[in-house]
């Protein structure tokens, strides 16, 4: 008997612990209200938003800790908004995400029990019926567990959407991994983690990833690793979602249809007022910057107005609006992301990609120089289109691009000569060197590299064992020679019976004062041009003129292995560049030109500093070749040789 006595007596003290889990009410003797839009849709007919509506009040369980409210005969499937209010007033309210109103959905009962812990301010809510057991309560049929339908391998794990949204929900910083507002939940029914987010910018781009743990380490994103993207629609609701088996993550937009007497996931008082009901008053002094207030009518809660000068950068302020408050750089070891593809099967450039243009610095700004021109406003190119088959004949267009092609006339100039048509006829009785150039109404100016016609290229000289007669010859290839190397060669190369000579690509190369890959410009840099000028590693386009010229007298002809289909490789460019693995920087890139035509070519890769000529991310631009980030395919990483898409897209 004393051992049972003695059991029996653990017993009670386990439940005792259980029954009083709490010591005191810390509100005790305060109304604590659940107020919202959705009390006058509920069984209690209560009136909205009103913070003395005692048909809103919660009550203390000491078995839980925290404050609830069951609230019966809601519209099911619907969607509400509510806030914590004490003693009939607004002053010292909680809600959601920085004091943001808390949203739930009545689910298919109707029935919700709203949640207020006290201790740690959080408001949660749980869906709730008449079988359900309250804690602190019992009933006679409690409902039994569900089975789950499927294997969930994170069941232990915190999931979270980590991403660039965070900030606009209240976190501190975007690509936290640690916030409240980024919880995935696990759907049992449909296998997966889904994250429900409303209140974004409508029509805005965002990026994010799936986390674990308040870690990113064994972080999941899409492509081989990036960021993924999605663009929410006109109520700025998306639903995140993250496939645990197949690790996929998705998203997909919240239709919401303001006016069908439903406040749908993603209406809200202040975008649907009709279907969500009037939005709490906001009251200055609160400690809560709500979305009626702004830092002119109530400093006290929103913190003073934004100055130029003040030390912090805000929110309507840039590098370019503010030098002094706003670094021109991305915090941390972090680089631009933004034309990684958004889709799977996207392969075009990501939208606003055009507005990154004009990267070139202007004139008297840092990192100009003379050879840049107007690239800031004014690029383009000559078009040389040979009009029968001798190619006697040739119509020259000059195809330009100006940054505000609206409002500006523009004259083309062909040998000094002015006129408004872009395009002029020539034919083999012009034997000179065209020069061509363009003027804009603003003042801007572009001048294009020479033009030779092919009919003013030199005669092949006839010679024993040419081809024309059906003598098949040798081609020399002399990689890496300097043009005028080559010139002197001519003349032994036809003598040996070589009928050609071939030649490294001549465009406008990459060039680079620090070592790669343990050399300084590695053959391969001449494959990577920045431009389509004729100025190579291997000599100007006068030095290419005389060679080709002086080979042709010899009759050997001159062949060039051309790159056409690409530029440089990412992150060869003039931009400052890291590596968000440890930080490591490196500088900029030049050309093989002369420095008098040097273009200036940019990159997105591995940039963390802001265009200061568009306030923007850096992109894709050669503004020699009048070419620009519209051109290009957006990034995805080259994750499997054998994926046709990505290599017949990338």
């Not at 409210?69 to 209010?85: C, D, Q, S």
């Not at 370019?320 to 972090?334: I, R």
């Not at 003042?443 to 003013?456: K, M, Q, R, V, Y």
């Not at 059906?470 to 990689?479: R, T």
Request: hydrophobic residues 30%; negative net charge; proline residues 6%.
């Amino acid at each position: 008997m004393l051992l049972l006595g003695t059991l029996f007596i653990v017993v009670l003290s386990s439940l005792n612990s259980i029954v009083y889990a709490c010591n005191r009410d810390p509100h005790e003797g305060v109304l604590v209200v659940a107020a919202g839009n959705f009390l006058s849709a509920s069984s209690d007919q209560g009136v909205n938003w009103s913070p003395a509506e005692r048909k809103g009040q919660m009550t203390f369980n000491s078995a839980t800790c925290r404050y609830e409210k069951i609230t019966r005969g809601l519209p099911t499937n619907t969607n509400f908004e509510w806030k914590v209010a004490f003693n009939g007033n607004w002053g010292g309210n909680i809600g959601c995400n920085n004091g943001a109103n808390c949203f739930f959905n009545s689910g298919s009962s109707g029935v919700v029990l709203l949640i207020y812990d006290p201790f740690d301010g959080k408001l949660t809510t749980s869906p709730f019926n008449d079988q359900t057991t309250v804690p602190g309560g019992s009933t006679s049929t409690p409902t039994p567990t569900p089975t789950p339908t499927c294997s969930n391998p994170y069941q232990n794990r915190i999931v979270r959407a980590s991403g660039d949204y965070q900030t606009e929900l209240g976190s501190t910083a975007p690509w936290l991994a640690t916030e409240e507002n980024s919880l995935m939940r696990f759907d049992a029914t449909s296998c997966l983690y889904i994250l429900t987010l409303t209140g974004l910018t409508p029509s805005k781009a965002y990026q994010w990833k799936v986390t674990f743990d308040n870690s990113w380490a064994n972080s999941i994103g899409c492509g081989n690793g990036g960021n993924c993207q999605f663009s929410t629609n006109t109520a700025g609701a998306m639903e995140l979602v993250f496939n645990p088996i197949s690790k996929q993550l998705s998203n997909r937009p919240l239709t919401t249809v303001c006016g069908n007497e439903k406040c749908e996931l993603g209406e809200t008082c202040r975008t649907c007022l009709a279907d969500c009901g009037q939005c709490p008053p906001a009251v200055c002094g609160d400690g809560k910057c709500e979305d009626a207030e702004t830092c002119e009518s109530c400093s006290g809660d929103c913190g003073k107005c934004p100055v130029c000068g003040d030390g912090t950068c805000q929110s309507n302020e840039n590098h370019q609006t503010c030098s002094q408050d706003c670094p021109n750089e991305l915090p941390g070891c972090g680089v631009f992301r933004e034309d990684s593809c958004e889709g799977g099967s996207q392969s075009h450039a990501n939208p606003g990609a055009e507005a990154k243009r004009w990267q070139t610095p202007k004139h008297g700004t840092k990192g100009y120089q003379p050879s840049y021109q107007d690239y800031h406003t004014l690029v383009g190119y000559a078009d040389i289109i040979y009009t029968a088959t001798d190619r006697r004949t040739a119509d020259v267009c000059l195809e330009t691009k100006h940054r505000y092609a609206d409002t500006v006339k523009l004259t083309y100039f062909f040998d000094g000569v002015a006129q408004e048509n872009k395009c002029k006829r020539y034919t083999s009785s012009y034997t000179g060197i065209l020069q061509t150039a363009v003027t804009g109404s603003d003042g801007s100016a572009l001048e294009l590299p020479e033009i030779d016609f092919i009919w003013n290229a030199r005669s092949i000289a006839s010679r024993s064992g040419d081809y024309r007669n059906g003598q098949k010859g040798a081609v020399a290839e002399m990689f890496g020679w300097p043009h005028n190397d080559i010139k002197q060669e001519c003349e032994f190369l036809s003598k040996a019976g070589y009928l050609g000579v071939k030649l490294f690509p001549v465009h406008e190369q990459l060039l680079s004062t620090q070592p790669f890959e343990d050399s300084i410009n590695p053959w391969y840099f001449m494959y990577q041009p920045v431009s389509y000028k004729l100025d190579g590693r291997m000599g100007t386009r006068e030095e290419l003129r005389d060679l080709i010229n002086t080979c042709r007298g010899y009759g050997v002809r001159v062949y060039i292995d051309a790159v056409l289909n690409h530029f440089t490789g990412a992150g060869n460019d003039m931009n400052e560049h890291r590596n968000p693995n440890g930080c490591v920087k490196w500088g900029n890139k030049t050309s093989s030109a002369p420095p008098e035509r040097q273009s200036p070519f940019y990159t997105h890769a591995y940039t963390y500093q802001y265009n200061p000529n568009t306030g923007k991310a850096p992109s894709n631009e050669f503004p020699g070749a009048a070419i620009g980030p519209e051109d290009f395919h957006c990034d995805r990483v080259l994750g499997s040789w054998s994926d046709l898409f990505i290599l017949n897209n990338d």
